[in-house]
């Protein structure tokens, strides 16, 4: 292997300092990661992650929102922009399995933020194959339009899991109010039928709710924020108003059990109990996981940082201990959003929520790896780790510059995952190209000193064995 000078291609800052910029690939912009506590026996796998901002600004942190895929570093491996993060923006972003192959996931609409709209996002769910096309959408049947923004989850049957906003109205003490009901439905991906239907009002009491009650605006008293299969086939659903985790019967619609709340069928052990939670999800060693986002059972009375709660759940005795906890090393309080993954291995996953940091715990405790958004307005809604190949089918990105000494050319293949080098071509023909360096990847663009002078360059990405890849198109060398 030739190996001139070479190293990660240098992010060009904006005025904010806060969004990365690419020579090969100027179309992208997302936003810089700061990562305080290095990687070092994580998980294998990248960080899954929808950058946006919940707040509007003169001079918005983000120019670009959307699904991306980083590694532990925090360089990008794929980014897919999907409007300004602010208005048009991503959530719930994750790999997940379609029709036996893997697929990315995310839920894509407009957050507008009326109070006295009983669904306040406006969107629906995208699915995306490997190359990066989207080959499909989930949206609500029985005649609702858009899906909520929470949760969506595939499952073995191919169909999918999605929560829906429904308001209706009903009798809250004194008042008539408008009331949002939460749904949640089975639809076939294919045919958009619905399956199956669940309504919180007709199973769940509004007296069970601990959010204040405005009769101006409707009452969401329940707040269903994830869903998913449980290992018997039944549903498991965390009700953010109620501090509640339910148990539904995917045939009959019946509660089988709550999970904390004022109704709770399970007594908790010290340290157990949870409040305004999210992400709740049974892990393959049984355990509950839950992201604890205000940990008001600690019995002082004040909110204690965010933590990720992993729980042991007895359903014969009904009783529920603490297996593993870990408190949010920088001392977070996460008022909204947040998740929590028990990985293969034993460790677990954190997204922070609101504040746009995430973190990996080993079994013990030890903080593996602990990253942010550079700009603190940037926040992803969960931060999720998975594996995942991406095997995009258009070109890899090329450009070049000119130096005292020769050229400098960068390299980059948004989404390519198998790239483990380039191969430089020059030449001051763009029909007549030679191989002048390979260097191995860094970064999501790669940058290579070549030590002459030439017109024109391109790079081929070449995999572990030295196969080419993919071949990109002709840039000519553009004046430093």
Request: charged share 20%.
């Amino acid at each position: 292997m030739i190996s001139p000078s070479s190293a990660a291609a240098p992010a060009v800052s904006t005025s904010q300092d806060d969004l990365l910029r690419f020579v090969s690939r100027p179309d992208l912009q997302p936003p810089r990661i700061t990562v305080r506590t290095a990687a070092g026996g994580t998980t294998p796998g990248y960080v899954f992650l929808a950058p946006k901002t919940d707040v509007a600004s003169e001079d918005p942190p983000l120019t670009q929102g959307g699904p991306e895929i980083v590694d532990d570093e925090g360089n990008p491996v794929w980014f897919g922009p999907r409007g300004d993060g602010t208005n048009l923006r991503t959530a719930a972003f994750q790999p997940q399995t379609y029709r036996g192959r893997p697929v990315l996931t995310w839920w894509e609409g407009y957050s507008i933020p009326d109070p006295e709209l009983g669904n306040p996002y406006i969107g629906n769910w995208v699915i995306m194959d490997q190359s990066y096309h989207v080959i499909g959408t989930v949206k609500p049947g029985n005649g609702l339009p858009y899906s909520d923004v929470h949760d969506m989850q595939i499952t073995p049957r191919n169909t999918a899991l999605i929560l829906v906003n429904q308001q209706t109205t009903r009798q809250v003490g004194d008042d008539r109010q408008t009331v949002v009901d939460n749904l949640i439905q089975e639809v076939d991906i294919t045919s958009g039928r619905v399956l199956f239907q669940w309504s919180g009002l007709d199973h769940i009491p509004l007296s069970e709710s601990d959010f204040p009650r405005n009769p101006a605006i409707p009452y969401h008293f329940l707040h269903l924020n994830s869903v998913s299969l449980d290992r018997d086939g039944n549903i498991l659903a965390s009700g953010r108003h109620t501090s509640t985790v339910y148990k539904i019967d995917r045939e009959t619609g019946d509660i089988v059990w709550r999970l904390g709340g004022k109704n709770s069928d399970f007594t908790f052990e010290d340290g157990a109990s949870f409040a305004w939670q999210h992400d709740v999800r049974r892990a393959a060693d049984g355990t509950i996981s839950v992201f604890d986002n205000t940990t008001t059972a600690n019995g002082t009375g004040v909110d204690a940082p965010s933590r990720a709660l992993v729980l042991n759940v007895d359903p014969r005795d009904r009783t529920v201990s603490v297996a593993r906890s870990y408190p949010s090393p920088d001392g977070l309080l996460s008022g909204t959003q947040g998740s929590t993954r028990v990985l293969a291995g034993g460790n677990t996953f954190v997204g922070w929520g609101s504040h746009g940091y995430w973190t990996e715990f080993s079994a013990d405790g030890k903080v593996l790896l602990d990253a942010s958004f550079a700009n603190p307005l940037v926040s992803s809604y969960r931060a999720l780790r998975f594996t995942w190949r991406g095997t995009p089918d258009d070109r890899p990105a090329a450009a070049g510059r000119s130096t005292a000494n020769g050229v400098t050319v960068y390299a980059s293949w948004n989404g390519a995952t198998d790239v483990d080098a380039w191969r430089v071509l020059a030449g001051d023909s763009a029909e007549r190209l030679k191989r002048v360096a390979e260097v191995p990847r860094r970064g999501f663009e790669t940058s290579a000193a070549v030590g002459h002078r030439a017109r024109y360059v391109a790079v081929q990405a070449l995999d572990a064995r030295g196969r080419v890849l993919g071949t990109s198109g002709t840039a000519a060398v553009e004046a430093s």
